[in-house]
């Protein structure tokens, strides 16, 4: 089946500080990633859509300048969070939407877990 | 804009007896997908629905879809702790259209 890898699973930084999230599609190639975010007992967001070789598109109220997404390969799409603050803590999901062969289904990431302090 | 609401949003159980989670959704939607979330760990799939009146199952789950009414539904039959997990139905509306969540069902199955 199809599989998606997040790195790290888990990263703790200081107050403004970047980190970067890698989220690889393992056995298949994906022209379209998707970044969630979710809040401890809150449902996942749709941050933004990443399409390989292009500029994403993200939701109404996500920061462009604040999460950089690049999708540069059609196996890997990262996301960046520049100058972390507290409120930026939680848990990153990717997801990645596989071609024909699989149906177009999307494929979800083990997640990010993301600590601001 | 498709909205995705479930309901009930929290569902304290006792293990052997049944129930159903809905989830109905606002626009027409090219399918539909049900899956578990244990605490701290990213979505596993149960599944997918692609057309009015699928039924799929798997052990204790059945999932269910009605395109007219817009709306699917989880029934657990006779609940075991293991099933004690977050819920969340998701519908996407074309097939390269990111999915929309429901808020999530939090299920605890208690003896």
């Known amino acids: 089946g199809a599989v998606v890898s997040q790195h790290p699973s888990w990263v703790i930084c200081k107050s403004g500080t970047s980190v970067k999230i890698e989220c690889r599609s393992l056995d298949f190639q994906a022209t379209t990633m998707f970044w969630y975010r979710q809040f401890p007992k809150q449902s996942l967001m749709l941050m933004a859509t990443s399409n390989e070789g292009s500029k994403a598109t993200y939701e109404q109220g996500v920061e462009k300048d604040k999460f950089l997404i690049n999708h540069a390969s059609l196996t890997l799409s990262t996301l960046t969070v520049t100058s972390a603050h507290p409120e930026d803590s939680s848990f990153y999901i990717c997801?990645?939407?596989?071609?024909?062969?699989?149906?177009?289904?999307?494929?979800f990431g083990p997640g990010t877990r993301l600590t601001v302090t | 804009e498709l909205k995705v609401e479930q309901n009930p949003l929290f569902l304290s159980m006792q293990e052997g007896k049944n129930y159903t989670i809905y989830c109905n959704y606002s626009?027409?939607?090219?399918?539909l997908y049900w899956y578990r979330q244990d605490p701290g760990k990213s979505l596993e799939s149960l599944f997918v629905l692609l057309s009015n009146g699928a039924v799929k199952q798997e052990g204790r789950l059945m999932a269910s879809l009605d395109t007219k009414a817009r709306l699917s539904t989880l029934h657990i039959t006779a609940a075991v702790h293991d099933l004690s997990a977050t819920y969340f139905c998701a519908v996407a509306l074309l097939i390269n259209t990111p999915l929309v969540f429901g808020k999530g069902t939090r299920l605890s199955v208690i003896a």
């Open positions: 626009t027409t939607s090219d399918r």
């Open positions: 997801s990645a939407r596989a071609g024909l062969a699989y149906g177009y289904e999307q494929y």
